[in-house]
């Protein structure tokens, strides 16, 4: 027997409760039978919707354990939560698509141009290469689980998310249009996504809605000079002039960055087999992590190499859409790390862009997050005992963008004296990345905000992360609240374990 638990409404009294469901236990059962059968056992008339059975009409999409699956795909599992997309419900696990339905109309989400260069009589001139661009986008079923999964949505009322987003970018790439989208993106809040990933992830059809809708429609935006945001404007200025996007503090240690002060004191070297990108946030903003890496890896017997012509990885660049200059970054990057037999990162966003966007520039290099290198070469009997109690915040790029999840939780649990507590979702976005932080920062606020709520619930000394973007924005907001809380980066819980 399984047990299965599901989120009930009651549209008469307005109440929820949840109820628990024995059914037996059938290998591969979907959850749509699953419901089916719970309604003929208990007689429980629990209403849910569904049509085609085939994954292709998106009608009965619903959360199950909190990620938004299509019933009639999603297999049933002993003590899974059933629960209604977050939508408006109006019996059980039926949402009210009304309002998005209206926003449809209300969009113009169809093509408007009438005086496009190809013939419509002569649709033989189009060829299939044409619409590569939008191919993927046109398999959306409307099921709006990207809707219900954008973590976004509910933070603002300016952004419609990105269902719309990928219809956006699906009319704006198809070659039968030609009147720009840009200024309705834009309207609608194109650069409010934090490109957490989590659309993508949970669409039923794999359309990567960040990557090929959102931020190609970004980069059209810009080519036709209509944005990006201010903010991102001073990004792109410092990327040409210096190679970086942030810059080090001249009050730091570390005035001229991580970089020049480590090969100044131990001279430039270039023959080892690993690399170290350290990225701009870690090399300018937090130079210390990096030295807490190179201490980590001498005590473990390692040495690395860290290139001094190394240049921004370009990712800042690629998720405000300013990517003009992104091939020459991708190049010079080649040319000083393809010798190295592993380049190693640290940053959750420098790390999914040399995985992710290099090959779409030409480039493979062999690239590893710091925990992937690190995992299974960790022995507790050589560490101090830290004695801390710590959380783990999923950075989005880490979890989503590179499927790094387990491997910071084994070095977690490996650290001698370490009490690893998990909190609520750990994966759900903080809000700093996408050029939010600093072109939004009431919205990475907002995020940031949230995740400190399920982080204070923990009564943890640390909350441990790898990526700068997320330790910046979720201190700024464990400060704010005066939370008895702090973030640690993974390397410098490690550093304190190897002192
Ligand atoms: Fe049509 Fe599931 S019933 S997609």
Known sequence: ???????????????????????????????????EEINKKYDANIAYRYSCRAGQCGSCAIQVNGKSKLACKAEINDNDILEPLNLPVIKDLIVD?????????????????????????????????????????????????????????????????????????????????????SERAI?????????????SNTCPREINIYGKAIEKLRERIFEENEGPLPEHKFIHESVLTTGKSVQPKEDSDYPEGFIKKYNKMHGSTKNGKIAFFTGCMIDNRLPWI??????????????????????????PLLRTGQTDI?????????????????????????????????????VKLNVLNISEFLDGKLNPEDMN???????????????????????????LNNIKGVEFIEMDRPDQCCGAGGGVKSGLPEIAEALADEKV????????????????FCEFNINDSL????????????????NKAYE
């Open 97 to 181: 698509r009304t309002e998005l339905n209206n926003e449809v109309k209300s969009l113009n989400m169809y093509m408007t141009s009438e005086d496009c260069d190809i013939p419509r009589t002569k649709p033989e001139l189009i060829k299939p290469q044409d619409y590569e661009a939008c191919d993927q986008l046109r398999g959306c079923i409307d099921c709006y689980s990207c809707i219900s999964a954008c973590p976004v949505i509910k933070k603002t009322g300016s952004y419609v998310g990105p269902y719309f987003m990928r219809g956006f970018s699906n009319i704006e790439f198809d070659p039968r249009e030609d009147e720009s989208l």
């Open 479 to 494: 400060q704010k609240k005066n939370s008895k809380t702090s973030v640690i980066n993974i390397l410098e819980l490690l």
């Open 453 to 468: 709520d399920m982080i204070d619930k923990l009564n943890v000394d640390h909350v441990v992360t790898i990526c700068p």
């Open 1 to 35: 027997m399984i047990t299965i638990n599901v989120k009930r409404y009651d549209p008469v009294k307005k109440e929820s409760y949840m109820e628990s469901y024995e059914i037996e236990e059938i290998d591969k059962m979907k959850v749509l039978d699953a419901l």
């Open 326 to 362: 992104v091939q020459e970054l991708v190049d010079k990057n080649y040319e000083i790390f393809k010798d190295y037999d592993t380049v190693l990162t640290v940053c959750a966003g420098c790390g999914a862009t040399l995985k992710n966007n290099y090959p779409e520039y030409g």
């Open 187 to 199: 309207e609608s809040g194109i650069y409010y996504c934090t490109s957490c990933g989590e659309c």
């Open 290 to 315: 990096a030295e807490y890496l190179i201490n980590v890896l001498e005590k473990l017997g390692y040495e690395v190499d860290v290139p001094e012509e190394q240049v921004c990885c370009g990712s």
């Open 385 to 411: 005992d830290v004695n801390l109690k710590v959380t783990y915040h999923d950075p989005c790029h880490l979890a989503r963008s590179q499927g790094i999840t387990e491997e910071p939780r084994n070095i």
